[in-house]
């Protein structure tokens, strides 16, 4: 593959050997609550599916699905803490390698935007999903409700993703492939937020809000 081999799901899991299942749970632990963002998770995810399928990882399907997905809770679990305790003292440097402020300036954006959703929608976009569940730390979002929506996420991501490689892992053209079956499911990945976003849309053109123009009261504020 043209990446670097710490970033080659295949080359990484072969390493692995037989850690290969708790080498990725690691790694989707640190992805996605250690702050560093630059990790194949997805790729690695689906590419469990497929070695589990092909009989290279034996273990039971079902018990890599529980792995990964605890994985990737935990990992958010353990970035809402670090938020809640550190606030955004990590992101002050601009030339930073890998804290930049602008990660979590685009993170607010996206968590303003789509609310406690974004949880779930941010475990397909790399680098948002590691940082928006610092941002939710940060802002003392609900414990119960960060729960509730990265449980979601997590059980989508981890185990959809898996489910998928393992689904199409018995095709001899994905085997042989694998490159191009990533950057295809680089490109799913996507599709909820361009789907949120057609809708969002939709919804402003059906709620449209001329430029300085009040935005009408709902019912709960009139009553204040």
């Known amino acids: 593959m043209l990446m670097p081999n710490w970033m080659d799901p295949e080359f990484l899991l072969n390493w692995l050997g037989d850690w290969a299942l708790w080498g990725t749970a690691a ?5 996605c609550g250690l702050l560093f963002p630059i990790l194949p998770g997805d790729s690695l995810l689906f590419a469990v599916g ?19 997905t605890a ?15 550190l606030g955004m003292s990590l992101f002050r440097n601009p030339d930073a390698k890998f804290l ?14 789509y609310g406690p959703r974004a949880l779930v ?19 003392r979002m609900d414990p119960k409700k960060f729960f509730l929506w990265t449980g979601v996420g997590a059980v989508l991501w981890g185990t959809g993703v898996t489910l998928l490689g393992h689904a199409l892992g018995r095709i001899k ?12 499911l680089v490109i799913l990945s996507i599709v909820p937020m361009i789907v949120e976003y057609v809708l969002a849309k939709r919804r402003e053109r059906n709620n ?17």
């Open 208 to 224: 449209p809000t001329k430029p300085g123009e009040p935005v009408p009261l709902t019912e709960d504020e009139m009553r204040v």
């Open 71 to 85: 994985a990737a809770f935990l990992g958010n679990v353990s970035g809402y803490y670090i938020g809640r305790a």
């Open 173 to 184: 053209f994905i085997h042989d492939h694998l490159e191009s079956a990533l950057i295809l």
């Open 50 to 68: 497929m070695f589990i399928a092909l009989g290279t990882i034996g273990v039971p399907l079902w018990v890599a699905c529980v792995v990964l």
């Open 121 to 139: 929608l941010a475990r397909f976009v790399p680098i948002v999903r590691t940082f928006i569940t610092v941002t939710a730390g940060a802002g």
């Open 100 to 113: 930049k402020p602008k990660y979590i300036e685009q993170t607010n954006e996206f968590f303003e935007k």
């Open 27 to 31: 790694v989707i632990f640190i992805e």
